[in-house]
């Protein structure tokens, strides 16, 4: 099944193994109804969001269309703007989670007001990618030192550019501008451009900097930022290993979500043909009766026939997803099927 988009795809199909999204949803919103199509039988299943930092950009702008098209049709001005801001807020949170290396459903489960949520699923990317805790706590300071001298001398500038003032870059924007002669110039020299947008983020998760909601957004510090730096805490940031990897990643980044929490591997099909044979007759049923084939049985029911080969009734109502109703409106042609499979040939 290919889809242009996810609204409505799958809605009478429990057996969606997996959903691809090529580039960010908007909000979370959006992304949790979209990718709960898979999986929806209990089945492994797998959600892959393929995520490029032009996604953001993108976002923004059919937010920013939304507010002209509001104001296009005389809605109240302040309600407008108070969507608005909404929206952006969610361009924001979506982002978090694209670039988060925290668990993915810990993540879920907290914006959607779980705060007391599970740190790890052991289930997500993050989860399953080598991770470790990096003492961040001089280049935060760093980042933040940048921006309040830029604000010094009056100035905000775009999350790039800071990135170019302490890496010490010699394009001509920063030349131009004298920002070589602030005191942070060169700073992280050393520092790569993928590690420096983690720590962005993971400041601008904390709340310490905020980026604005211009159309040209510039990156500000916060008061939290301020007291942050004033008492001198610690500040640490969750890594993947493979960010810590010089060129791991270049212009966009994979990122979540393998899994659906609380389901087991795929089974393992140790006879294909005969799985086939049942979804063909599970077809045929459902053909005559006018319903979708997964309201006879699930492709999981049929894996469980499959790998317990039941021979009885009895046998039946003890694979997963048959129960008294179905066992006896289904079982007979069913059991003949595979009784039918498994009696050698003479």
Known sequence: MVATNAFGMGIDKSNVGFVIHHNMPRDIESYYQEAGRAGRDGSRADCILIYNKADVETAKYFVECGLEERGQQGMDHALSRELYKRDLERVRQMTFYCTTADC???????????QDAPFR????SSCAAESELVDATLDAQKVLSCVLRLDQRERAVGRMMI???????QNQKVL???????????LMKDASKDMMHVLFDALIAKSYLRATDSKYPVIVCTKEGRDFLSRQDPFTIKVAKKKLEPKAIQEGGAAPVRGRP???PTEVLNDPKLFEELRALRFALAQEQGVAAFIIFSDKTLRDMCAR?????????????VG???AEKYGAEFLAYIAKHTTPAR
């Open 104 to 114: 993915l459903r810990s993540f879920f489960l907290r914006y959607f007001g779980e």
């Open 121 to 124: 699923c052991e289930n997500c």
């Open 163 to 169: 990135i170019d003032i302490l890496r010490g870059s």
């Open 176 to 186: 131009e501008s004298g920002f070589d002669t602030l005191s942070t110039y060169g």
């Open 262 to 264: 609380g389901t087991k």
């Open 309 to 321: 080969l039941p021979q009885t009734h009895e046998d039946f109502l003890e694979v997963s997803g």
């Open 324 to 326: 008294k109703n179905k």
